[in-house]
Nanobody
Framework: QVQLVESGGGLVQPGGSLRLSCEVS????????MGWYRQAPGNERELVATLTGGGRIKYGESVKGRFTLSRDNAKNTVYLQMNSLKPGDTAVYYC?????????????WGQGTQVTVSS
C-alpha cells in the first residue's frame, strides 16, 4: 500500500547531468517524499539532500552546489537534479519518504536506483 517509484538513474560521463525522480503514494498514510541518500559499495549510506523542518534543504557536503532538491507537492514527487557529476557520485541512490502521524515518524525507502559516472 506504500509505494516509492524511483526513476532517472543510469550511466553518465563525468561532468554530465541526471535527474532522479521519486513518486510516493499510499492512501492509508500521509506520506511525503523528503529526499535522497546514497550508498556506494563498501560504504555507509550517506545523506545527499533532504528537506528538513521549516522547508529547509540540507545537502551533503560533497554535493552542495552541484545537486538541487525540489518537491512537487501536488504530485507527491521529489526530484534531485544532479549536475557536474563526478565518478565519486557513483552509488545506489535511495529515495526517502516520511509519514508523520501522532508525533511519530515512519520512514520508507525506495528500492534504489543506480547512478554510474564513468568515462
Amino acid at each position: 500500500q506504500v509505494q516509492l517509484v524511483e526513476s532517472g538513474g543510469g550511466l553518465v560521463q563525468p561532468g554530465g547531468s541526471l535527474r532522479l525522480s521519486c513518486e510516493v503514494s499510499g492512501l492509508p498514510f500521509d506520506i511525503r517524499p523528503m529526499g535522497w541518500y546514497r550508498q556506494a559499495p563498501g560504504n555507509e549510506r550517506e545523506l545527499v539532500a533532504t528537506l528538513t523542518g521549516g522547508g529547509r534543504i540540507k545537502y551533503g557536503e560533497s554535493v552542495k552546489g552541484r545537486f538541487t532538491l525540489s518537491r512537487d507537492n501536488a504530485k507527491n514527487t521529489v526530484y534531485l537534479q544532479m549536475n557536474s557529476l563526478k565518478p565519486g557520485d557513483t552509488a545506489v541512490y535511495y529515495c526517502n519518504a516520511e509519514d508523520h502521524r501522532d508525533g511519530t515518524v515512519y520512514d520508507f525507502w525506495g528500492q534504489g536506483t543506480q547512478v554510474t559516472v564513468s568515462s
